[in-house]
Structures are given as structure tokens and as C-alpha cells.
Nanobody, 123 residues
Framework: VQLQAFGGGLVQPGGSLRLSCAAS????????MGWFRQAPGKEREFVSA????????YYTDSVKGRFTISRDNAKNTVYLQMNSLKPEDTAVYYCARTYYSGSYYDPSKYDYWGQGTLVTVSS
């Protein structure tokens, strides 16, 4: 499985960005696709996850109502629409996938990761 994340950039507070994660390879065993982020000096943290088959979604509290995860199964792509961005959203964002059906928030359960894309929220 190969994952390629893109769409990051510099945006002002209150602005929007859409991240994309294109998956290729043996993705048929995927249960969750997730987005994580890591800010400088901090641990990698869960942002959002989506069940590949059903589309059920999960979010960390700090992004609920602002971020939306979605997927396009035909394109093997997962998206993260980020609205009302805040400076504290600044981080490298990673997409990842797991075949594990539980603990979608635990990065250790994910076996394949994209390369990360930098999101900077600053005026």
C-alpha cells in the first residue's frame, strides 16, 4: 500500500484547506483511513478517521464542526476539508491506513503512512 498526501500550505486564520490522500496497492483490506498531525515538539495526534467501506466518520474534539473527512472509493482517495482554521492547527498532517477495526485514534494501529503535508495557519 502506498499513500500520498498533498494539499497543505500557508493559510490565514479562519481560512480553509482541503487535504487529499491518494492510496494505491492492496487497499482492499483497509478498514480505517485516518488523518493524524504532528506539531513541532509534540507527539503525533489523531485528527479524524473514516471507515473505508461504510463512510462512518470520527473526529477529535478540537476539530469537530470545522473539519470534514470524506472518501471517494472509485478514486481510492480520502479528503480532509479543513475550515475555520486556527493557528493551533499548524502541523504536518499525515494520512494512514489500518486493517484493524478498533482504536481508530491510536497511531500504533496504522501500518501504512503517507509522507505528510505541512499546514501552516498564520497571519
Amino acid at each position: 500500500v502506498q499513500l500520498q498526501a498533498f494539499g497543505g500550505g500557508l493559510v490565514q486564520p479562519g481560512g480553509s484547506l482541503r487535504l487529499s490522500c491518494a492510496a494505491s496497492g492492496r487497499i482492499f483490506s483497509t478498514y480505517f483511513m485516518g488523518w493524524f498531525r504532528q506539531a513541532p515538539g509534540k507527539e503525533r495526534e489523531f485528527v479524524s478517521a473514516i471507515v473505508w467501506s461504510s463512510g462512518s466518520t470520527y473526529y477529535t474534539d478540537s476539530v469537530k464542526g470545522r473539519f470534514t473527512i470524506s472518501r471517494d472509493n472509485a478514486k481510492n482517495t480520502v479528503y480532509l476539508q479543513m475550515n475555520s482554521l486556527k493557528p493551533e492547527d499548524t502541523a504536518v498532517y499525515y494520512c494512514a491506513r489500518t486493517y484493524y477495526s478498533g482504536s481508530y485514534y491510536d497511531p500504533s494501529k496504522y501500518d501504512y503512512w503517507g509522507q505528510g503535508t505541512l499546514v501552516t495557519v498564520s497571519s
